[in-house]
């Protein structure tokens, strides 16, 4: 199936089937349907799922058993090597795939008995945009609008400015999507997500292809959002990114959810070590001292050593080096990131799962 025909399909296919053609289909919606009342809103969990699993027919389990948790107002970094089963996790989520079993809520609403009720209150970005390859970006904006029934016509064009603007999209005038860059396809996804107010914005990859300015402009949209009462549940293999922009992290690893919870109560209760840098005369000292205050496993390499980090603070360690003599060229607190987390709990590095 060509570009073309999944653009076609995005505008013209019925509201959960178009989930699986566009980046923000997902609001389109029949006519008359009911939205959520705000008491239907505003549940604790906007996104929870139980024994999820998803088995093709090649009997490999893509999706083994997960239960998320995604709190209102969250950051939600589902992270993962590629390969690890998070886009099928997202799919599920979003009705596109039928889970083999387990149950998903979103908004507090069964999914995918509720999908016309739910639908409109959630923007997606799933695996790429897909739109008209001869129409601008504005005018396949247009078009996504026309098919979301919950949609004001009357503020069509003034939201699709706002939502252009918001992703750097202003200047691309009158030319083709089959013109884009990776980048601006990526950009113009984010912006058919947004083009009306949501109460969950689902992003999977939202950076892939954006060059370093444009990641950081995602970033910043993506605090933004969560600072305006949206939750985001965004999905990368980029370690570093969801680090500097989740709240809330779930780390899957060959289809399992392995860890999720607050980030900084995560990387917090994992060892943090302390690195001290002293002269070649001070080391057996130095190691004296770390040992005296309480830190473990330390290790030493020339004039560098290292240790787990106890119940001392490290000013308190340094302090106790200067007291005794013990030259500080360099200190350091090394807290373990994401990625090394990762590692302790599945034993393997974060690439590619085969």
Sequence with gaps: MTSADLAD?????GPVATLAAGPAAVAAVTAGT??????????????????LTKRFGSGQVAVDGVDLEVSRGSVYGFIGPNGSGKTTTIRMLLGLVRPSSGRVWLLGRPMPEAALQVLPWVGALVEGPAFQPYLSGPANLARLDACDATADPRTARHRIGEVLERVGLTGVGRKPYRQYSLGMKQRLGLAAALLRPRDLLVLDEPTNGLDPQGTREVRNLIRQLAAAGTTVLVSSHLLTEIEQVCTHVGVMSRGRLVLQGERAALTAGAHVRLAVTTSVHHVAAAASVLRAEGLRSITTDGVHLTGVLGEAAPEQVTAALVAAGVDVVGLAVERPSLEQLFVTLTGEGFDVVR
């Design 34 to 51: 009911a939205a959520p009342t705000v008491s239907e809103r505003a549940v604790p969990l906007v996104i929870r799922t139980q024994g």
């Design 9 to 13: 399909r995005t505008v013209t296919a």
